[in-house]
């Protein structure tokens, strides 16, 4: 399977941006999707999570509220969109997708995207 991140740029504080990952090679369906992010100097981390028919879904403590995650099975895609941009989600953002949801909160997935950089100015 092959993941595809785009959608990141640089946007003020307050404004908003849609990441988009768009998934060939496999079947879209079998997979749950999350967003990964990395900051400059640090780890990867969790930002959110969806399974396979959309029904469970989460976000980490300083996303929720303001990042909502999608996906659409009939146009393999995934979607993040991000309101309320603060200068600390300055990072890169990468799609995973993995047989199990659960992978994402061990930091792991069965494929990476090749991650798009999102800047916000204060």
């Known amino acids: 399977v092959q993941l595809q991140a785009s959608g990141g740029g640089l946007v003020q504080a307050g404004g908003s941006l849609r990441l988009l990952c768009e998934v060939s090679?496999?079947?879209?369906?079998?997979?749950?999707m999350g967003w990964f992010r990395q900051a400059p100097g640090k780890e990867r981390i969790y930002v959110a999570g969806?399974?396979?028919?959309?029904?469970?879904?989460d976000y980490s403590d300083s996303v929720k509220g303001r990042f909502t995650i999608s996906r659409d099975n009939t146009k393999n895609t995934m979607v993040l969109q991000m309101n309320s941009l603060k200068p600390e989600d300055t990072a890169t953002y990468y799609c995973?997708?993995?047989?199990?949801?659960?992978?994402?909160?061990?930091?792991?997935?069965?494929?990476w995207g090749q991650g798009t950089l999102v800047t916000v100015s204060s």
């Open positions: 969806i399974n396979q028919d959309s029904s469970r879904i």
């Open positions: 995973a997708a993995a047989y199990a949801r659960v992978a994402f909160k061990g930091g792991k997935a069965d494929a």
């Open positions: 090679g496999d079947t879209f369906s079998t997979y749950a």
